[in-house]
């Protein structure tokens, strides 16, 4: 079956330093990746995608290209602000063998954790 | 425009006894999903519906069913109750529901099962 597995948290970084956190995937099919981004007291939004292999999805500063060779898909942020901590969850969608979706597989999350 | 969202935002039942949570999709999505997320994990996938058939299930007991209707809400239903089905529920809509598109997510429902 189909399974994200995340680093840990917490992750406790100092503001302007580097961010990667790592995902791996397991899929029986030809998934798409996604990194969801869940911020104190709010829902659960899209911070990224990436489609195909070597695609590289970004948004505000982060990027995350999608390694079929070593099924990755880490999260790297260049400087990092107070304003970013919150729950990563790295996820996939797999086709599935119908060629229908099969929902989301979500890894356990990484809490994030920016000092000032 | 208005997000996915869900009702109620929170809920108490006891053990035995049966609710329904229900969704609202973007305007122009036909797809919802629903998923669980106990407290600490990554949320779970439960259903997928999409043009009012189930296309999608993931591994939860017969207890737990939903439908769609034909203005693409949603209502999740569960039975007899267990402490262990307390948990946010997500509702995630899409426009056809194919694995690269992004899913939305409401805010949830908190259900506590006493």
């Known amino acids: 079956g189909n399974s994200v597995t995340q680093m840990e948290g917490p992750v406790t970084l100092s503001e302007e330093a580097f961010l990667t956190i790592n995902c791996t995937y397991t899929?029986?099919?030809?998934?798409?990746l996604f990194w969801y981004v869940q911020y104190p007291g709010e829902g659960l939004q899209l911070l990224l995608k990436?489609?195909?292999?070597?695609d590289k999805g970004s948004n505000k500063g982060f990027e995350a290209t999608y390694r079929k060779e070593t099924t990755s898909f880490h999260l790297e942020k260049g400087s990092v602000q107070v304003s970013d901590s919150a729950v990563y969850f790295c996820?996939?969608?797999?086709?599935?063998?119908?060629?229908?979706?099969?929902?989301?597989?979500f890894g356990k999350g990484t809490h994030l954790i920016i000092q000032p | 425009d208005a997000g996915v969202t869900q009702s109620p935002t929170h809920l108490i039942k006891t053990r035995g006894q049966q609710v329904t949570l229900r969704c609202s999709p973007i305007?122009?999505?036909?797809?919802v999903s629903w998923y669980q997320q106990v407290l600490g994990q990554g949320p779970q996938f439960i259903f997928q519906?999409?043009?009012?058939?189930?296309?999608g299930r993931g591994n939860f007991p017969d207890r737990f069913s939903a439908r769609q209707f034909p203005n693409y809400s949603s209502e999740l239903n569960v039975n007899a109750l267990l402490l262990g089905d307390s948990a946010l529920y997500l509702c995630?809509?899409?426009?056809?529901?194919?694995?690269?598109?992004?899913?939305?997510f409401g805010p949830g429902t908190r259900l506590l099962v006493l």
């Open positions: 995630a809509s899409s426009t056809g529901g194919t694995a690269w598109e992004t899913q939305y």
């Open positions: 899929a029986t099919g030809y998934p798409s």
């Open positions: 990436a489609t195909k292999a070597d």
């Open positions: 996820a996939l969608s797999d086709r599935g063998s119908g060629g229908g979706a099969d929902g989301l597989t």
């Open positions: 305007s122009g999505h036909k797809s």
């Open positions: 519906y999409y043009e009012k058939e189930e296309r």
